[in-house]
C-alpha cells in the first residue's frame, strides 16, 4: 500500500440499506477525515479523527458514523441509506501538527443511493 | 457564517497565463490551500499561504492578502493537462479546512 486506499471504488446501494467505506492509509498520519464531494458544491466535511481513539463531528454528519481503533483504519458507515447521500466519498489524512496540514487524499468511493 | 468564492469556470488558451480568484470569510485563519483536482480524480496539493506575499513553484504562483481576504493562483504557459478544477481552501481557527467549490478550468488549443 503506498498513501490512502479506499474501498469499494463504486457502489449501488438500495435504500435503507447499511454500508461501510473503508479507508486505509500507511503514512502513519495522526489526523483523518471523511469528506463528500457533490456538483456544485465544496469539500463538506463530514468526520475527522485526530488520533486514535478520536474522532469528531463535521459540518455535516447526519447520517453518517465513524470509528479509529488504530492509526491506519478509518470506515465511515452509512446506517440507513436514503437518496441524498449519492455522493463521491474521499477519505484523507494528515500529518495534524500545527498550520501546515497538507491533507493527502484518497481515490474516492463513489456511491449511488437508489 | 464562513464562505469561499471562487469563480464556478474559465477559459484559456494553451500556452497562455491565467489567473483564478479567491475570497474568503472564514471563523479565524490558519492558512490558505490550493489543491487540483482532474476529472475524476482525487484532489492533490498545489500550494499554502499562511504569510502575505507571493509563493512561487515552477509554473504555478500563489499569492496572499490576509487583510482583504483574497487569494489568487496564477498558471503560467498553460499546458492542455492543466484543464482541471482548482479548490481554494482556508484552514480556520479550528484547524478544519473549509473549501471552496471549485474552479473549473478549461484550455483551448
Known amino acids: 500500500i503506498a498513501g490512502i486506499t479506499q474501498a469499494p471504488t463504486s457502489q449501488i446501494l438500495a435504500a435503507g440499506r447499511r454500508m461501510t467505506l473503508r479507508c486505509t492509509q500507511d503514512m502513519r498520519h495522526n489526523a483523518m477525515y471523511w469528506y463528500r464531494q457533490d456538483l456544485g458544491l465544496g469539500l463538506r466535511l463530514i468526520h475527522y479523527s485526530n488520533t486514535a481513539g478520536t474522532t469528531g463531528k463535521g459540518e455535516v454528519p447526519d447520517g453518517y458514523s465513524v470509528s479509529r481503533a488504530n492509526t491506519d483504519d478509518f470506515p465511515l458507515t452509512l446506517a440507513s441509506a436514503v437518496p441524498s447521500q449519492t455522493s463521491v466519498y474521499f477519505c484523507?489524512?494528515?500529518?495534524?501538527?500545527?498550520?501546515?496540514?497538507?491533507?493527502?487524499f484518497g481515490p474516492g468511493t463513489r456511491l449511488t443511493v437508489l | 457564517g464562513q464562505n469561499i468564492d471562487q469563480p464556478t469556470e474559465m477559459t484559456a488558451t494553451e500556452g497562455a497565463i491565467v489567473q483564478i480568484n479567491c475570497t474568503y470569510q472564514?471563523?479565524?485563519?490558519?492558512?490558505l490551500f490550493w489543491y487540483q483536482q482532474h476529472a475524476g480524480e482525487a484532489p492533490t496539493f498545489l500550494s499554502y499561504n499562511v504569510l502575505d506575499g507571493l509563493e512561487e513553484k515552477g509554473r504555478f504562483s500563489s499569492f496572499l492578502s490576509r487583510s482583504k481576504g483574497y487569494s489568487y493562483l496564477l498558471l503560467k504557459e498553460l499546458q492542455m493537462k492543466d484543464s482541471a478544477s482548482y479548490l481554494c481552501a482556508v484552514m480556520s481557527s479550528n484547524y478544519q479546512l473549509i473549501w471552496g467549490a471549485g474552479t473549473k478550468l478549461i484550455i483551448k488549443p
Open positions: 472564514t471563523s479565524g485563519f490558519n492558512g
Open positions: 484523507a489524512s494528515s500529518d495534524g501538527q500545527g498550520d501546515y496540514n497538507e491533507q493527502f
